[in-house]
Each structure stands twice: as C-alpha cells, then as structure tokens.
C-alpha cells in the first residue's frame, strides 16, 4: 500500500486492492483448514464482515471453492452478536 500511495495511484485502487488481498487470504485460509480438518462449511462474523465490499468477495471466492458460506440474517455480525453468544454460553453454563 505505502509503494501504491508513493506511485500516486487512485485511493479507489488502493482500497480494493487492500480489501481484495483480505479477501484472498480469508479464502486461502479456509482452504489450507479443508484440507488439513476437512471443513466444508464456513461462517462468517464480526464486525470485519459488516463491510459489504469485503463480505461480498469473500462469499464470492468461497463459494467458487465449494465452500457452504453461512451469514448472519438475524443476529448482528458485530457487537450485539458477541453478547448474544456470551448471553447463550452463560445460560448453557448456568443450566449444568
């Protein structure tokens, strides 16, 4: 990025190629965790993944993969998300 902004190129360019190479090594991860666990399926969460850009070509990448994408449709992938699952994960504990 720093040689990109030296060379003056658009901060267009710039943000998605750093956003495109995010997007290769989430996807290159999810493959090396096929072949080394034998994992089919991936979810995707956090706050990373609120950004549409970023979100959009990883589902893109990992789905050209063979990979099943999970996503978040009624939960927020960020903040409220984390504390449902501690709110899940304490009754869990709560409940033995």
């Known amino acids: 990025m720093v040689r990109d902004v030296l060379a003056a190129k658009p901060t267009g360019w710039i943000a998605a190629a750093f956003h495109n190479t995010i997007a290769a090594i989430v996807a290159e991860v999810c493959?090396?965790?096929?072949?080394?666990?034998?994992?089919?399926s991936v979810c995707l969460s956090g706050g990373t993944f609120q950004n549409v850009y970023l979100l959009e070509r990883v589902v893109s990448i990992l789905r050209a993969q063979g990979f099943e994408v999970f996503l978040h449709s009624k939960v927020p992938p960020n903040d409220g998300g984390i504390s449902l699952g501690q709110a899940v994960i304490a009754n869990a504990a709560l409940q033995r």
């Open 31 to 40: 493959v090396r965790l096929r072949i080394a666990e034998g994992i089919k």
